[in-house]
């Protein structure tokens, strides 16, 4: 074997990321998860000062089932957009991962750790998005008609905020899930070494 071709192993074969796999899986994770990006889209929805509080608490109880869901179904998302041999394939990924968390229940956390750092990530992104484009303002009719909503909301620079985050929510899905295929490809070349 030569140098090159070991690289190219370690590199695929569950080391700490493999940038292709990753690229595919995070591009099939912005197509999949854009139900989350159209609710996302909705201020009315995800803003109380665009519509009102229980309106919010619908978007909040949406986004996390949303949310949730992605995480529960992107390892079958990256079966499909970066298999691997006949363990992570797609119909049996979640089923790896259901695997991992038996055998390594730490290191399942770990992976799902760095999820939640990213998803957090996406915040501060959001945050800054929203501190350079503001899409909330007082509306001045307010003061003449109190029936009239006290903010106005700037759609163009709310939908950039809410695109930005989308697309870093998108690529923590990616990454988790690249993460945990890595783990499945070490688990399997171990218990093969082992038998």
């Known amino acids: 074997m030569t140098a090159t071709s070991a690289t190219r192993r370690s590199h695929s074969g569950g080391s700490f990321m ?3 796999a990753l690229a595919r899986t995070y591009a099939a994770c912005l197509a999949v998860n ?3 990006l159209a609710l996302m889209l909705i201020p009315q929805l995800m803003r109380s000062r665009a519509g009102s509080e229980a309106l919010l608490m619908v978007g909040t109880v949406l986004l996390l089932a949303l949310v949730v869901g992605a995480v529960v179904f992107v ?3 990256s079966a499909k957009a970066a298999p691997v041999g006949t363990h992570w394939h797609p119909g049996g990924a979640r089923a790896r991962v259901r695997a991992l968390i038996r055998e ?3 290191t399942y956390l770990w992976r799902l750790g760095e999820f939640v ?3 957090i990530a996406a915040q501060g992104v959001g945050g800054l998005v929203a501190w350079l484009l503001p899409h909330v303002a007082d509306n001045p009719a307010h003061a003449a008609d109190p029936t ?4 106005t909301i700037d759609y163009p620079n709310y939908a950039a905020q809410a695109v930005a985050m989308y697309v870093c929510i998108c690529f923590a899905l990616a990454w988790y899930a690249t993460r945990l295929r890595a783990e499945s490809v070490r688990s399997t070349a ?3 070494h082992d038998g």
């Open 18 to 20: 493999d940038s292709g």
């Open 34 to 36: 854009l139900p989350l």
């Open 75 to 77: 390892p079958e998302v």
């Open 104 to 106: 390594s229940r730490r």
């Open 117 to 119: 750092a990213l998803y």
């Open 148 to 151: 009239v909503s006290a903010w």
């Open 190 to 192: 171990r218990a093969q």
